[in-house]
């Protein structure tokens, strides 16, 4: 299983001596160009940044037209081949969602990872299982992370069934460490080793999962100041687990 980091920035990215899994949206990318080429040189998966502008005021006065144009101009000057849909079902509409995923894939000349929720209904699960190679469930945000962690036995039977028809699917923003032994997804992502500097949570590798120990007593004020460094012991630790999942998971 692939374990994917988003959230990474230069301060870790410069630290690398070897290619990772890595996610970044479109949207973080576009505002911090200089990242652009350290995130590129690791084995890379990009998400187009839409989840940002879900339940924002003013995501009805977002062009989606002229955003999918630029992110179709991004995806073909930097060559990626790995990128999901404007996944913007709960915005726009299924049917819109889907225009704007046919204009990405004709502009690119590849196709995209969509990005399945459990309010779609199995029925569009399965029609996507037979048109794709690579799919995404949706496992983050209210909904969709309740759904997902409370149902894992229905979760599973819906990664089996791709599975058995020989397609890949992605958990986004899915790390249920306990359940990704028994859920076969082919890659997943996280953000979890970022909880350093909000909470000064410290994570270790114990050789089969990430562990978490809560610092005791410390303050905004210790976190702030130690953030650089518990940041980079988290996500130092996280590329122990990934290579571990490619092998074990």
């Known amino acids: 299983m692939r374990v994917y980091l988003a959230g990474a920035n230069k301060e870790q990215l410069n630290t690398l001596d070897k290619k ?7 949207a973080y990318m576009q505002k911090h160009k200089e990242s652009i080429n350290l995130l590129l040189n690791n084995n890379f998966l990009l998400d187009s940044g839409a989840f940002t502008f879900i339940g924002k005021k003013n995501k009805d006065l977002i062009n989606w037209e002229e955003y999918t ?15 999901f849909e404007l996944d913007v079902y709960s915005v726009i509409g299924n049917d819109k969602t889907e225009a704007l995923r046919n204009k ?7 196709q995209s990872i969509p990005v399945w929720h459990i309010f779609l209904g199995i029925d569009y699960w399965k029609k996507l ?11 983050s945000g209210k909904n969709d992370s309740k759904w997902t962690r409370t149902n894992p036995e229905q979760l ?8 058995s028809k020989g397609v890949k699917v992605h958990g986004l923003g899915y790390t249920v460490l306990n359940q990704l ?12 080793w970022l909880n350093a500097s909000k909470y000064g949570e410290l994570q270790y ?4 999962n990430i562990k978490k120990v809560q610092a005791k007593n410390i ?5 702030k100041e130690k953030s650089k460094e518990m940041l980079l012991n988290n996500f130092n630790q996280w590329i122990l687990f990934q290579e571990y999942a490619i092998n074990n998971l």
């Open 205 to 208: 590798f114990n050789g089969r």
């Open 20 to 26: 990772i899994y890595v996610l970044e949206s479109f």
């Open 129 to 139: 299982c037979e048109e794709y190679k690579y799919i995404a469930i949706g496992a």
């Open 181 to 192: 032994y028994q859920i076969p997804f082919h890659s997943v992502d996280s953000t979890t």
């Open 156 to 163: 599973k039977a819906l990664v089996l069934y791709a599975k």
């Open 219 to 223: 303050g905004k004020k210790t976190i």
């Open 69 to 83: 144009n630029s992110y179709v101009d991004f995806i073909n000057t930097h060559n990626i081949d790995l990128f």
């Open 104 to 110: 990405i894939e004709q502009k690119t000349g590849k």
